[in-house]
């Protein structure tokens, strides 16, 4: 079954995960929205997609700010078209254990991930409703299932799992489907910066990471772009509510 070619949404799409997402689903045939931050980090993005034949355009936002989401999406849907895929991926992490963990830390991250989800998904769902087709992507985590040092970031992507179940309960009468991608290492400026935290060179924190793991490497952004391509074609319309988790073995 062919894929149509639609307007997607990418958050967090300046780099990582995010940014072969939004590559990716160019290549699938769809004009992608770049969401970023800052207007100006999604400019890498935009090139290599246009250069490769691709139609995307960089969107600065804060996803946890609820008029830069409104005026993203607004912006989006004038340039584009009405978007009807939409990939909650920007993310933070603040980690520290529960004693050291501060507010700010806390609400950080469950601003990005949740909140921005939230707001995101809200505002999109409008365009797929009307549309009567949608596909909402929401990045989880292995961290989901308890991650020392990370009791904000696997609360916020736990909760994603069940935002996830909810939104595809309450969505799919319009044709739209929910699901959320579970990743476990991959490597990125995420994971980088936690190598650097904990004082580890980048190279043995990856060879130590890939130990653990049954495939014995850790991913790359493009294992969880796969995962995405499939969830938001037109052959998923009958998975929903799901979590895949990414993650060379059953968790990492
Ligand atoms: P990354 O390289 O740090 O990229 C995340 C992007 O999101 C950055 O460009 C960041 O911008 C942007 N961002 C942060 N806050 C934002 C906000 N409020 N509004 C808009 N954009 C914002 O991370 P990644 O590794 O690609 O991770 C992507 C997603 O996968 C995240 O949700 C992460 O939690 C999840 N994940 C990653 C891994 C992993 O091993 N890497 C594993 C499981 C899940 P700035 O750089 O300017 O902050």
């Known amino acids: 079954m062919s894929t149509e070619s639609r307007v997607a949404i990418v958050t967090g799409a300046a780099q990582g995960i995010g940014a072969a997402t939004a590559e990716r689903l160019a290549q699938d045939g769809h004009a992608v929205a770049v969401v970023d931050l800052k207007e100006d980090n999604c400019a890498d993005t935009v090139a290599r997609i246009t250069k490769a034949g691709g139609n995307a355009l960089a969107v600065g936002a804060d996803v946890s700010d609820s008029d830069a989401v409104e005026q993203a999406v607004a912006r989006v849907a004038d340039v584009l078209g009405p978007p009807t895929i939409l990939v909650n991926n920007a993310g933070v992490t603040r980690d520290n254990l529960l004693f050291k963990m501060t507010e700010v830390d806390w609400d950080t991250v469950m601003g990005v991930h949740l909140r921005g989800s939230f707001l995101m998904s809200k505002a999109a769902q409008a365009h797929m409703t009307a549309a009567k ?49 579970a990743p476990g290492f991959i490597a990125t400026e995420m994971t980088k910066a936690t190598a650097e935290r904990v004082g580890v060179a980048w190279e043995d924190y990856k060879k130590g990471a890939a130990a653990q793991i049954p495939v014995a490497r850790v991913g790359a952004p493009e294992d969880i772009a796969n995962a995405v391509s499939f969830f938001t074609g037109d052959a998923a319309g009958f998975v929903s509510g799901q979590v895949l988790y990414v993650a060379g073995g059953p968790k990492a």
């Open 133 to 181: 087709w949608g596909r909402i992507v929401n990045l989880s985590s292995t961290s989901a299932l308890g991650n020392r040092g990370q009791a904000n970031y696997s609360a916020a992507k736990a909760g994603l799992q069940g935002f996830t179940k909810t939104l595809a309960i309450e969505l799919g009468k319009f044709g739209i489907t929910v699901n959320a991608i």
